[in-house]
């Protein structure tokens, strides 16, 4: 090899060090010309078989190809180097964003906190109480007869003799009056439990929203009727209609089971609503005395009205959905419907 072949090895190398378009390919550029059986190595090692009138020049050259073709490769590196670190990892812009879901409210929680809001703005606060309830809280107070059969193996979820899975949220009525003078103005969300086999309308594990409203002075099952009326508008929209039939509590005298109109056929008459155009949402009435003299009231100067409404059947109501197992099966499908 001579001089001028040796300024031919130079140009082509740094050419083809600065064509590499990323680290692989200067990889290769390198090992073409620096490694072990590269060109520049191999110009290295003809050296010694140079005539020795011409060695100092033509090592000199030699020398200065190969610290040309090392500076070369060095400075490209860093360029691409930086060139990823300006851009970020090599990146494509066609491909699909990362996906990411986040979570939203359960259909039951979103009736709940509604509830709440709407009966808030009337003076009620949210009261609490255990799933775990006590006999007297959940059946002697509240004026059960104790050969009631809802006290029944068959009915209620028994833990001991005096212990049970609550099978209403009425019980939280006795211990916010056990806790406070009235007046009392309260409703209770909560899991209330019976011993039922699960259908579309009924399952073992349900939710309810208790309320309770006692004064010092007169209140009446107008007053009931009126705030029901407004929590059916709230609630349902305009034009609901609300209606009470005489009904059965032990809890309360007088007591009505509570109707909104049919959201299916708007009153006219249905499948859904069996032909009434009525579907009952609550149970509701007076105090009765004898729940007072349970808590320590005297019921001559007091005066209240209860309720007690289900969720999932505002929530069926509300929401159009037909069986209430979809609550409790986790189905993402029906689940982000109410996102
Ligand atoms: N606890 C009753 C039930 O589970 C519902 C109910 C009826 C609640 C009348 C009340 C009430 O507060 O006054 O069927």
Sequence with gaps: MNLEELEALKSESLEAVKAAA???????????????????????????????????AFGKAANALRQAVEAAIAE???????????????????MPGRWSESGSLHPLSMVVKEVA?????????????????TKFNNFTALNTAPHHPSMDQSDTLWITDDLL????????????????????????PGRT??????????????????????????????????TLAYFAREMMGEGIGVRFRPHFFPFTEPSVEVDFTCHVCGGKGCRVCKQSGWIEVAGAGMVDPRVYRHVGYDPEKVWGYAFG????????????????????????RFLKQFR
């Design 22 to 56: 990323d680290a692989a390919a200067l990889e290769a550029v390198r090992v073409k010309y620096l490694g072990r059986s590269g060109t520049v190595t191999a110009v290295m090692k003809s050296l010694k078989d140079v005539p020795p009138a011409e060695r100092p």
């Design 117 to 133: 809001r709407i009966f808030s703005r009337i003076g009620f606060t949210v009261a609490d109480g255990p799933d775990i309830e």
């Design 165 to 188: 899975l609550r099978t209403q949220t009425s019980p939280v009525q006795i211990r916010a009056m056990l806790a406070r003078k009235p007046p009392v103005r309260i409703i209770c």
């Design 309 to 332: 409404f289900g969720v999932e059947r505002i929530a069926m109501i509300k929401y159009g959905v037909p069986d209430i197992r979809y609550f409790y099966e986790n189905d993402l």
């Design 76 to 94: 490209r590196q860093a360029a691409l180097a930086s060139e990823e670190t300006a851009s970020g990892p090599a990146f494509d812009y066609t």
């Design 193 to 226: 439990y019976r011993r039922d086999t699960m259908d579309a309308t009924h399952s073992a594990n349900f939710h309810q929203i208790e309320g309770l409203y006692v004064d010092t002075k007169p209140v009446s099952l107008a007053d009931l009727k009126a």
